[in-house]
């Protein structure tokens, strides 16, 4: 008996392993199908699109990407932005998430909710208002005006949170009869420990805001200010009246590139840290 529920577990876990490829593979289709057609000419894809196998070959689509003077440029404010609202994003977060997680402070709880409430309410909505706020401070068109709307981000908190909520106290109250303070507490034992949920969350915050397009488009209205994203969407309709369809494929696979090399070098770092912070 036990050895028949064996054959059958197996063979389930096979069946599920097979669904699991076949969905994958439905999944990449339209992935490998872009990237396709931007490695063929023009003058084919006029005659037809169909094909995951790029016959003739060419790079001539990539190449008049590059030789736009403001793709670099683009390519730089995309860098910058992304870079520098993961860097404020762990701040906030990490300091943020270990406050509600160790300390006691005047009306905790509410403010607590106040902030998952910022979950239930659409980015869009707040558009206007930021506009308008950032339009009063003259910083539109700046790299902190792409920033500072994502910085206080409260899914980050939460994370860091329930991270720092599964330390054991011990490890403070160690450091509390060394005489330590509680930044010291925080700098040099809780922070070295959420290292996965940290990783974790700047690849996120990072992968959203290279692929953010809805708030640099209120707010950046010069084109040298132009995220990827933005820069790339803006020069399309151009690309498919003159170029053709292959370049416009490869603005889309250009402008994802980064972000796909960036997940497959750090792929065990975000799996680690999404199982660590579920498991616990």
């Given amino acids: 008996?036990?050895?028949?529920?064996s054959g059958w577990a197996l063979w389930g876990d096979r069946l599920l392993l097979a669904v699991t490829v076949l969905v994958a593979i439905l999944w990449l289709l339209p992935v490998i199908w872009v990237v396709a057609m931007s490695l063929k000419p023009n003058a084919v894809l006029q005659q037809s699109t169909w094909g995951f196998i790029p016959m003739p070959f060419t790079l001539e689509n990539y190449a008049n990407l590059l030789q736009?003077?403001?793709v670099p440029r683009w390519l730089v404010n995309s860098l910058i932005v992304a870079v520098g609202m993961t860097l404020l994003v762990l701040v906030v977060s990490s300091l943020a998430g270990y406050a509600f997680a160790r300390l006691q402070f005047p009306f905790k709880r509410a403010i607590f909710v106040l902030m998952i409430a910022g979950l239930m309410i659409p980015e869009q909505a707040v558009f206007l208002p930021l506009h308008q706020m950032f339009a009063s401070w003259g910083i539109h068109n700046t790299h902190a005006a792409?920033?500072?709307?994502?910085?206080?981000?409260?899914?980050g908190v939460f994370l860091m949170m329930q991270f720092f909520r599964a330390v054991p106290r011990e490890l403070e109250e160690a450091a509390e009869l060394d005489h330590a303070s509680r930044f010291t507490i925080f700098w040099r034992i809780m922070l070295p420990l959420s290292v996965p949920a940290l990783t974790t969350l700047g690849l996120f915050t990072f992968i959203h805001a290279w692929n953010d397009f809805l708030w640099p488009l209120v707010s950046a209205t010069d084109a040298d200010m132009y995220t990827v994203t933005v820069g790339l969407a803006s020069i399309q309709g151009n690309f498919a009246f003159t170029?053709?369809?292959?370049?416009?494929?490869?603005?889309?696979?250009?402008?994802?590139?980064?972000?796909v090399l960036l997940f497959l070098i750090f792929q065990r770092f975000i799996v680690a840290g999404v199982a660590m912070s579920a498991g616990k």
């Fill in 243 to 259: 170029e053709g369809l292959g370049s416009v494929m490869a603005s889309a696979v250009f402008a994802s590139l980064p972000i």
């Fill in 68 to 70: 736009l003077a403001t």
């Fill in 146 to 155: 792409l920033m500072m709307p994502r910085v206080a981000v409260p899914i």
């Fill in 1 to 5: 008996m036990t050895a028949a529920r």
